[in-house]
């Protein structure tokens, strides 16, 4: 019998649009405006490490709790989360999928996010507020890179070492923690608005 490939280890990506996008973005939309301005932690924070931009991570993580519109978002979020919880054939063992943290990212022109991941937690993503023409995608990164060494480079039209996400407002994408992720240098000449979370596996409240 001949031989044949097959793929092992995969790493799954869940990507959707919520209903009623529009209509619950430009809720979102108010909420980003009015918590940037007064959030003066914030933009100190953001001033040393997200160049040219905002990002509420340092100072308003708990964005899910702050505001009606993002309550909304939250509850919203976690339908589909739990959804790819299931696609991932977790055993939960009786604990709770649970949004842990969630913040919100204002990125002009050039600024741009680093490769990083989200430790402590288990399902991370981002939700796309506003995405002007020009919008940066987001890039996964293969979670073998570390390990290819001196593997042959692959054909034009091959599978790569980064997966982009395209990002459009209404849109967002969940992915398990561990996985590496950046956003390069934004190229749109509007604000490129997204939110960011984090879900953790959390025994039931009493």
């Not at 943290?101 to 022109?109: E, G, H, L, R």
Request: charged share 20%; glycine share 6%.
């Amino acid at each position: 019998m001949p031989g044949s490939s097959k793929g092992l280890f995969s790493t799954y990506l869940y990507q959707g649009s919520l209903s009623g996008s529009a209509a619950l973005n430009r809720r979102l939309m108010k909420d980003v405006q009015s918590f940037s301005a007064q959030d003066r932690m914030g933009k100190d924070w953001s001033r040393e490490n997200y160049r040219g931009g905002y990002t509420s991570y340092s100072s308003l993580s708990d964005m899910h709790h702050r505001s009606p519109a993002f309550m909304d978002f939250a509850a919203a979020l976690s339908k589909e989360a739990a959804k790819f919880a299931k696609d991932l054939k977790w055993e939960m063992r009786g604990m709770e999928l649970t949004m842990t943290a969630c913040w919100f990212n204002i990125m002009p022109k050039n600024t741009y996010h680093t490769s990083h991941l989200h430790p402590h937690s288990v399902l991370s993503g981002a939700y796309y507020v506003d995405t002007p023409p020009g919008s940066i995608a987001l890039k996964i990164e293969d979670p073998r890179m570390q390990s290819f060494m001196n593997a042959p480079m692959k054909k034009s039209g091959a599978e790569g070492l980064y997966y982009q996400v395209q990002p459009k407002a209404g849109s967002f994408v969940l992915f398990e923690s561990w996985v590496r992720h950046e956003v390069p240098p934004n190229t749109s000449s509007k604000p490129r608005i997204s939110i960011s979370f984090n879900f953790s596996l959390e025994a039931p409240s009493l």
